[in-house]
């Protein structure tokens, strides 16, 4: 389902880096942030971090408050953030965490809104930064307002995917796509999507082909095109198309998932 050699050439990237990086940004998907924070944090173990919930104009208000006091509760800085956020919020908060000049690094899963971030920061005003003696060759680092540097290209984690929930949740925010997940996976994602909507007694197969007709997704013979229709369906939940939603709460959060959520997880 996963890209290993994505993931371990990101690994070993941040490894090389590690005595250079002073701030680790982790980005979290503000509907699922449990679930966009499932990974091995062995990368990043033992530096200063901070979470931004990314994409939180499309989760639910009481959701975004509810994780923002639960992360708050395990010590952790919280940023809210989305694509409307303004410049100089996201850079006087990190300000807070690095000093003058500091490297920091930014890092989540895929479709977690790392471009966006990284764009935010960039803005028009930022200086792509030269060669810096003690920093492996290759990588490219941006100046933001004179104030710190940014590694140009996000870091990647991947999450280990222990539970069809999780895997669920991914698909749900874009992190996974259906071509990528078993047909379990797709079916537990329709149930949270079906709670979240209040749909009763959904059943996936004929939301499919209603869903199908009313897009016009007509195959020969006047079929439905169910499986165009799904493809649009999870990227339409995912790009905010179908509403806010919060996919998962703290409440919800069982043991097991609590150690991925700690900075003291090995």
Do not use: C
């Not at 003058?100 to 960039?122: A, E, M, Q, Y």
């Not at 996976?185 to 004929?206: C, G, P, T, W």
């Not at 709460?249 to 959520?261: G, I, M």
């Amino acid at each position: 389902m996963w890209y290993p050699g994505h993931m371990a050439k990101a690994s070993k990237l941040i490894e090389r880096l590690r005595k250079n990086i002073d701030l680790v940004v982790e980005l979290l998907d503000a509907r699922a942030p449990a679930a966009t924070r499932s990974y091995s944090r062995n990368p990043i173990k033992a530096k200063k971090s901070v979470i931004v919930m990314t994409k939180s104009d499309l989760a639910l208000d009481d959701g975004v408050i509810l994780w923002k006091e639960f992360f708050e509760k395990l010590n952790e800085q919280v940023f809210l953030f989305n694509k409307y956020t303004q410049r100089e919020k996201v850079i006087e908060f990190i300000t807070k965490f690095v000093q003058r000049n500091g490297f920091v690094i930014v890092v989540g899963v895929p479709n977690v809104g790392k471009s966006t971030f990284i764009n935010k920061l960039k803005g028009t005003k930022s200086a792509q930064v030269g060669a810096i003696p003690g920093i492996t060759k290759g990588i490219q680092w941006f100046s933001v307002a004179d104030k710190f540097k940014v590694l140009d290209t996000p870091g990647l984690l991947l999450p280990d995917l222990w539970s069809t929930d999780l895997g669920a949740k991914l698909l749900l925010v874009g992190s996974l796509t259906v071509d990528m997940v078993p047909p379990k996976v797709i079916e537990r994602a329709f149930e949270i999507y079906s709670k979240a909507m209040k749909i009763e007694n959904a059943n996936l197969e004929e939301y499919l082909e209603q869903y199908a007709l009313e897009k016009k997704m007509i195959i020969k013979g006047g079929q439905p095109d169910k499986k165009r229709a799904m493809v649009n369906l999870f990227n339409s939940i995912a790009q905010g198309k179908m509403g806010k939603f919060t996919f998962e709460f703290p409440q919800e959060v069982d043991e097991y998932q609590s150690d991925y959520l700690s900075t003291t997880r090995s």
